[in-house]
């Protein structure tokens, strides 16, 4: 289908605007007309695929953030390897690490019985970011949509622009303002961390060499560090899991900054928002530690200004029929 399915554009194509000059904006009654049920198609695979495996809402809100911050909210993540792909999947940050691509299958085959070639994946994974959110317990927020789907891949953008679990606070803002997102932003979106699991080899530096001098990092709680070296040995246990919010794991809520104030949060990345040397997010994090619906709030704002970043709107990009194929 060559038109995009959206009904509320300035669609000024016949006043003489270049697809480029044309104001195609995402918006969130983008499938009111077209496929008025596709969060409700979205909502009820997400409830199954939750109940058979809680973690699955941590892969897919993390999904969506892999996605978008490699040539934006394009679902280029979704590629398989091909002739003319070299998939994401295969980046060091995705590789053996990011999951949730059966359940954004399902999603789209119900979407294309129900409403054909008219949903994108890139939609689709926004929706099921957000669809896990609210299934945790967080919040919900209005979800701008009509996105496009890409039709290249970047495995070099996703082994350049994703932030590394050992970055510093400079790090993570550079990885972060490189795509137009703020220190805000920054320690919101990665209370994301609230749900989900990370493996032994992304935290395994803290424990053992923090400083290239074989000892642990000092702002770790002595006895979370115990805990952590159970399951988390010296050599080898690279793929065992430990949970990013021990407290509620499953929970979507601000018990994650409550662990960091007490030096508990799993990640370096994580630490380094309250001890890092930016000012700043220290106090945000007291904030949302001392204040769960500052933080929901934020969140929610915050997950909008990611699933902004650079979607193919209008004549760019296409529909995918499969999620891991071009049409
Ligand atoms: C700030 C920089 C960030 C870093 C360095 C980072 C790093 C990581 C790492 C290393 C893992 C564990 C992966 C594994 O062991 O396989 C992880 C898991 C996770 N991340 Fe992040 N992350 C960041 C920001 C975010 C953001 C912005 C979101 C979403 C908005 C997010 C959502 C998640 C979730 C939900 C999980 C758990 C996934 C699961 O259980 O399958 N992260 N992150
Ligand atoms: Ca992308
Ligand atoms: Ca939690």
Redesign the pocket.
């Given at each position: 289908q060559a038109h995009p399915a959206g009904f509320n554009f300035g669609w000024g194509g016949h006043h003489g605007g270049t697809t480029r000059g044309m104001s195609f904006g995402l918006s969130p009654q983008f499938y009111q007309f077209s496929c008025p049920q596709a969060n409700d198609i979205v909502m009820s695979v997400l409830e199954k695929a939750i109940a058979k495996d809680i973690?699955?809402?941590?892969?897919?809100?993390?999904l969506?953030?892999h996605d978008c911050f490699v040539q934006g909210c394009d679902a280029s993540i979704l590629l398989d390897d091909s002739a003319a792909i070299a998939s994401e999947k295969n980046g060091g940050?995705n590789k053996?690490?990011?999951?949730?691509f059966e359940v954004i299958d399902k999603i789209k085959s119900k979407l294309e019985q129900a409403c054909p070639q008219t949903v994108s994946c890139a939609d689709i994974v926004a929706l099921a970011?957000r669809g896990s959110t609210v299934l945790s317990g967080g919040p919900n927020w209005e979800l701008p949509l009509g996105r496009r789907d890409s039709k290249t891949a970047s495995l070099r953008g996703s082994n350049k622009n994703?932030?590394?679990?050992?970055?510093t606070i400079e790090g993570?803002l550079t990885?972060?303002k490189r795509q137009g997102l703020d220190e805000v932003d920054?320690v919101a979106?990665?209370?994301?961390?609230?749900?989900?699991?990370?493996?032994?080899?992304?935290?395994k530096q803290r424990l053992y060499n923090q400083n290239g001098n074989n000892q642990p990092d000092e702002n770790l709680d002595k006895s979370f560090y115990f805990d952590l070296k159970t399951v988390c040995p010296k050599s080898g246990g690279d793929n065992k899991?430990s949970p990013?919010d021990f407290g509620s794991p499953r929970m979507f809520d601000n018990t994650y900054y409550k662990l960091l104030l007490r030096g508990k949060g799993l990640?370096?990345?994580?630490e380094v928002l309250l001890t890092g040397s930016v000012k700043e997010t220290h106090e945000l994090v007291k904030k949302y530690a001392q204040d769960e619906s500052l933080f929901f709030e934020q969140?929610a704002l915050?997950?909008i200004k990611?699933g902004n970043l650079r979607p193919l709107t209008g004549f760019n990009g296409e529909v995918r029929k499969n999620c891991r194929l071009v049409n």
């Open positions: 973690r699955t809402a941590a892969s897919l809100l993390r969506h953030f940050p053996n690490s990011v999951r949730g970011a994703i932030p590394p679990p050992n970055a993570l990885f972060f920054l979106l990665s209370g994301a961390h609230t749900i989900g699991v990370a493996k032994c080899a992304t935290f899991i990013l990640l370096n990345s994580d969140f915050s997950m990611l």
